[in-house]
């Protein structure tokens, strides 16, 4: 999937499903490889930005303390 074609929205697995594979490994990372905007450092930064809807409230951020 190049670039340009990544967007807010995820694939449908019907995109993919028609080609030849004879396995399919998903693992860590696969995520980051499909969709651009999960190419973060620290998921628990990534929530902490009250910039996004339903980020971590006070309390939430008291459990990882």
């Known amino acids: 999937m190049s670039q340009d074609a990544t ?7 019907s995109n993919y499903s028609d080609r ?3 396995s399919l490994l998903v693992g860590n990372g696969t995520s980051r490889a499909v969709w651009d ?3 973060y450092s620290s998921l ?3 929530a902490l930005n ?3 809807e ?3 409230s006070p309390s939430d ?3 990882f303390s």
């Not at 967007?7 to 697995?13: F, G």
């Open 7 to 13: 967007n807010a929205e995820l694939s449908p697995w």
């Open 20 to 22: 030849n594979w004879q």
């Open 37 to 39: 905007r999960f190419k």
């Open 44 to 46: 628990y930064d990534v």
């Open 50 to 52: 009250a910039g996004i």
């Open 54 to 56: 339903d980020s971590l």
């Open 61 to 63: 951020v008291k459990l």
